[in-house]
């Protein structure tokens, strides 16, 4: 009942769409600023980019809020929260999760600060990469259960380097971007079952990457790809895929819909679903 009641405030978010663009900051081209990751930073579904949430340039702010829903085979995860950046160079995020089984005996959630810089580079307009460093600040709420599973703490740090390039004129003819991000992590679950393990209790070094096409000027097709630390011997994780569709109807709202393939999950196997998100920028 809960999770319909997220799916419920999903829909009365997006009825805010229409909301006239002329209130946000809007200095680049549509679809540039990406959506909100899971985790509250800028990016796609599942992996942080190295672009800042929001359409702001270097003369301009933004706010962003989202929120976001995954339902797989046998558990439930919503996440919702906002981001500020400024002047195109700092980007501040807050996010909560919530993680709960369909036979409710598993009843997890986190909060995450996010911090992340531009480095250099710009998305569309040099040669090079736009490259960004972040960090992601986070805190378990549920400390027993992870300590009896291993996890060492329940707090940590997530670290990641990003760099996303944007070409206009790519493959066919399309608008195409590319994203590969280095984390260096040692979240168990995002960090929902607590960090290190006793399997390893120190950081590893973590592969993610996206691609994405636009198919029209609003509609965006891609896939994602992220690397899992697996640090626990009784709940192994698996690493995480998606293919995601993203809307754009202007430069206020993001919708982005995703079929997700999340491995293993709390000894549970073959965790699979849909994922449904929607950003709101000003």
Known sequence: MKFLKSWFSLFVLSQLIFIPSQVIAGGKLIGTSGGTQIEGSGGGGLVPWATLSGYGTRDEKSVTTFFSAVSVDDFRMTSYGASYTYHDRIEVSFAHQSFKSGDKKTDLSQDIIGLKVRLFGDLVYTPWPQVALGAQFKNANNTDDNQFLGAKNNQGVDYYFAATKAWLDGPFH?????????????????????????????????????????????????????????????????????????????????????????????????????????QLTY
Not at 187 to 198: I, P, V
Not at 247 to 254: I, Q, R
């Open 174 to 278: 399309r608008s195409f971007v590319l994203n590969t991000t280095l984390r260096y992590s040692k979240a168990n679950q995002l960090g929902l079952r607590g960090f290190g393990g006793d399997k390893q209790s120190s950081y590893k070094s973590l592969l993610e990457a996206s691609a994405g096409v636009f198919i029209t000027r609003y509609w965006m097709l891609g896939v994602e790809y992220r690397q899992k630390p697996d640090l626990l011997r009784a709940a192994k994780e698996d690493d995480w895929k998606d293919i995601f569709v993203t809307f754009f109807p202007n430069k206020t709202a993001a919708l982005s819909f995703a079929f997700v393939d999340l491995g293993r999950i709390d000894g549970k196997e073959k965790q699979s679903g849909a994922y449904l998100s929607l």
